[in-house]
């Protein structure tokens, strides 16, 4: 459009009526591509921040933790959303701040005390938590896990050991491992003879992950090199655009006074 314009011009006045309805449309497109860039850089960005975020690689969370096997002896776990209303913390939503208490329990079905050390790991909570109670535990900083040791259970009874968590003010952003697809997933999982999910309230950001993680696995890096490609070049042609609406604009100027 832009050729034919510049090079019928001179022996078509006429042609002039067309440059303000092609400049208008041409306006309209480099708005669209900036909208664009503005999100392809906003997207660069995100990448950028995730790829800074260290990986716990070398770390499990614990989730499947396992209660050690002893004839007669069964295990559970519950949580409870303190803050709203000690609900079941596995059917809400647990945001920034709110208090879940965990309950741990060991039951003895035989016909003989039975003497535990029981533990319970809480690696993959303190990724979204921090332990404010810990029910009479003992917190081993070296294994993340909390202990109750010579814990004596009478026959046909059961012991529990409940803990209390509050969820960070700022809930991290920090990218899921790739060696451990459960660490930092918006969800806390423990496992004590049977299995519990907290999902957390994390920030639109992590959104923006799960939709990434949804395309073909690449690395970070490799994901973040692609969008700075197609950002380039988004970028050159919405430059080559605003240029064409300049020559145009000047153009119309020269074509109205009768300098062209």
Same mark, same amino acid.
């Given at each position: 459009?832009?050729?034919? %314009? &510049?090079?019928?011009?001179? =022996?078509?006045?006429? *042609?002039?009526?067309?440059?303000? /309805?092609?400049?208008?449309?041409?306006?309209?497109?480099?708005?669209?591509?900036?909208?664009?860039? $503005?999100?392809?850089?906003?997207?660069? $960005?995100?990448?950028?921040?995730? &790829?800074?975020?260290?990986?716990?690689?070398? %770390?499990?969370?614990?989730?499947?933790?396992?209660? /050690?096997?002893?004839?007669?002896?069964?295990?559970?776990?519950?949580?409870?959303?303190?803050?709203?209303?000690?609900?079941?913390?596995?059917?809400?939503?647990?945001?920034?701040?709110?208090?879940?208490?965990?309950?741990?329990? !060991?039951?003895?079905?035989?016909?003989? /005390? &039975?003497?535990?050390?029981?533990?319970?790991?809480?690696?993959?909570?303190?990724?979204?938590?921090? %332990?404010?109670?810990?029910?009479?535990?003992?917190?081993? !900083?070296?294994?993340?896990? *909390?202990?109750?040791?010579?814990?004596?259970?009478?026959?046909?009874?059961?012991?529990?050991?409940?803990?209390?968590?509050?969820?960070?003010?700022?809930?991290?952003?920090? !990218?899921?491992?790739?060696?451990?697809?459960?660490?930092?997933?918006?969800?806390?999982?423990?496992?004590?003879?049977?299995?519990?999910?907290?999902?957390?309230?994390?920030?639109?950001?992590?959104?923006?992950?799960?939709?990434?993680?949804?395309?073909?696995?690449?690395?970070?890096?490799?994901?973040?090199?692609?969008?700075?490609?197609?950002?380039? %070049?988004?970028?050159?042609?919405?430059?080559?655009?605003?240029?064409? &609406?300049?020559?145009?604009?000047?153009?119309?100027?020269?074509?109205?006074?009768?300098? =062209?």
């Amino acid at each position: 459009m832009f050729k034919k %314009i &510049v090079s019928n011009l001179p =022996f078509s006045p006429a *042609l002039v009526g067309q440059i303000s /309805p092609y400049i208008k449309r041409l306006k309209k497109e480099s708005l669209i591509r900036q909208l664009g860039l $503005v999100f392809l850089l906003l997207t660069i $960005v995100i990448q950028i921040i995730l &790829v800074a975020q260290p990986d716990r690689a070398t %770390i499990t969370n614990g989730a499947t933790d396992t209660p /050690p096997t002893v004839a007669g002896i069964s295990y559970s776990i519950a949580s409870y959303n303190i803050t709203h209303g000690s609900k079941d913390a596995t059917g809400v939503i647990n945001y920034p701040n709110d208090r879940i208490s965990y309950t741990i329990t !060991a039951s003895n079905t035989s016909k003989n /005390p &039975v003497k535990l050390n029981i533990k319970k790991s809480v690696k993959d909570i303190l990724d979204y938590a921090q %332990i404010i109670d810990n029910g009479g535990g003992r917190l081993n !900083a070296t294994t993340q896990d *909390l202990e109750w040791n010579d814990t004596t259970i009478a026959p046909n009874s059961k012991t529990s050991h409940t803990f209390l968590v509050q969820i960070l003010d700022k809930v991290p952003i920090t !990218a899921v491992s790739t060696a451990d697809r459960q660490s930092f997933d918006c969800v806390i999982t423990n496992s004590y003879g049977n299995t519990i999910n907290n999902t957390i309230s994390c920030p639109p950001i992590k959104a923006l992950e799960s939709l990434i993680n949804e395309l073909p696995k690449l690395s970070y890096i490799t994901e973040t090199l692609v969008l700075v490609v197609i950002f380039t %070049i988004s970028l050159i042609s919405y430059i080559d655009n605003d240029q064409l &609406v300049r020559e145009l604009e000047l153009i119309r100027k020269d074509a109205h006074n009768g300098t =062209f």
